[in-house]
Nanobody, 127 residues
């Protein structure tokens, strides 16, 4: 079992930045790839970013590529999402999750690969 707790959300103006954190406890964190997803009101939960177990490989949704950066610190059992140049359309609840199967590239965007979701953190971007 893995427990995940997201933090760092808040209200920010368009063009601003936020850094989300996802603290993990339970099983060996460094053994797993991790992902970030988001869900806006009335919309499906969508993939944002993925990082492999070592942090050496990442993958992003086209909508955030070049603006968001996923990283991890295995010594702290934490994965981060640095979000820059935020837009109103980035407004959503952001969730981290553990990837329980191997993936690469666009295959890492499938929700079916993920388990042990956090409770989410709200990000609101005002125009």
């Amino acid at each position: 079992q893995v427990q995940l707790v997201e933090s760092g959300g808040g209200l920010v103006q368009a063009g601003g930045s936020l850094r989300l954190s996802c603290a993990a406890s339970g099983r060996t964190f460094s053994s797993y790839a991790m992902g970030w997803f988001r869900q806006a009101p009335g919309k499906e939960r969508e993939f944002v970013a993925w990082i492999n177990w070592s942090g050496g490989s990442t993958y992003y949704a086209d909508s955030v590529k070049g603006r968001f950066t996923i990283s991890r610190d295995n010594a702290k059992n934490t994965v981060y999402l640095q979000m820059n140049s935020l837009k109103p359309e980035d407004t959503a609840v952001y969730y981290c999750a553990v990837a329980i199967s191997y993936c690469s590239g666009s295959g890492c965007s499938s929700r079916a690969l993920y388990r042990y979701w956090g409770q989410g953190t709200q990000v609101t971007v005002s125009s």
